[in-house]
T-cell receptor, first 113, second 110 residues
Framework: SQTIHQWPATLVQPVGSPLSLECTVE??????LYWYRQAAGRGLQLLFY??????ISSEVPQNLSASRPQDRQFILSSKKLLLSDSGFYLC????????????FGPGTRLTVL | DAKTTQPPSMDCAEGRAANLPCNHS???????VYWYRQIHSQGPQYIIH???NNETNEMASLIITEDRKSSTLILPHATLRDTAVYYC???????????FGKGTRLHILP
């Protein structure tokens, strides 16, 4: 069966510090991978998605970047965090395009102070 | 931007059917209707999707109007564990991504 892991579960970082959030998927090959952010009291915002190794699509201009060094690994990074980067970060995967459901990870709650 | 309109919140008594409406008046022929829900502090969970016909699974039923401009998600016997934000999403069957709107916050009342 397929599983998706995210770590860390919670993170408190000072403004201006770097960030690295990792997401890995097990039990499937060549998944589509997604990073979402949910700010407090807000909806889910799609940040990045990837349909293959090294292929990253950015949905919104921001302080963050994403990389996919391996087929089932998706990393969200920042060189210098802003207060506005605080939120709940969710990774998700799906198989192929079309009407396929997305499966979400447990999320990382990031607080920038 | 999300292509759907949902009421911001709804209440439903425990044990009754919860009917969640969604308007998608600009839906095109290639676009599916998806429903997800998000329980507090968790990632969203897929519920159901459909194109034209009504669909049913172990979680819910999806009723799509004949003109496809609106749909209703039905939870037949709501329980307290169904309290969540429910998202109605319209996405092209050829797309790799889906865009979440603000959803409906469903409160199940004991």
């Amino acid at each position: 069966s397929q599983t998706i892991h995210q770590w860390p579960a919670t993170l408190v970082q000072p403004v201006g510090s770097p960030l690295s959030l990792e997401c890995t998927v097990e039990g499937t090959s060549n998944p589509n991978l997604y990073w979402y952010r949910q700010a407090a009291g807000r909806g889910l915002q799609l940040l990045f998605y990837s349909v293959g190794i090294g292929q990253i699509s950015s949905e919104v201009p921001q302080n963050l970047s994403a990389s996919r060094p391996q087929d089932r690994q998706f990393i969200l990074s920042s060189k210098k965090l802003l207060l506005s980067d605080s939120g709940f970060y969710l990774c998700a995967w799906s198989i192929g395009s079309g009407p396929n459901e997305q499966f979400f990870g447990p999320g990382t709650r990031l607080t920038v102070l | 931007d999300a292509k759907t309109t949902q009421p911001p919140s709804m209440d439903c008594a425990e044990g009754r059917a919860a009917n969640l409406p969604c308007n998608h008046s600009t839906i095109s022929g290639n676009e599916y209707v998806y429903w997800y829900r998000q329980i507090h502090s968790q990632g969203p969970q897929y519920i159901i999707h459909g194109l034209k016909n009504n669909e049913t699974n172990e979680m819910a039923s999806l009723i799509i109007t004949e003109d496809r401009k609106s749909s209703t998600l039905i939870l037949p016997h709501a329980t307290l564990r169904d309290t969540a934000v429910y998202y109605c999403i319209v996405a092209d069957g050829r797309d790799d991504k889906i865009i979440f709107g603000k959803g409906t916050r469903l409160h199940i009342l004991p």
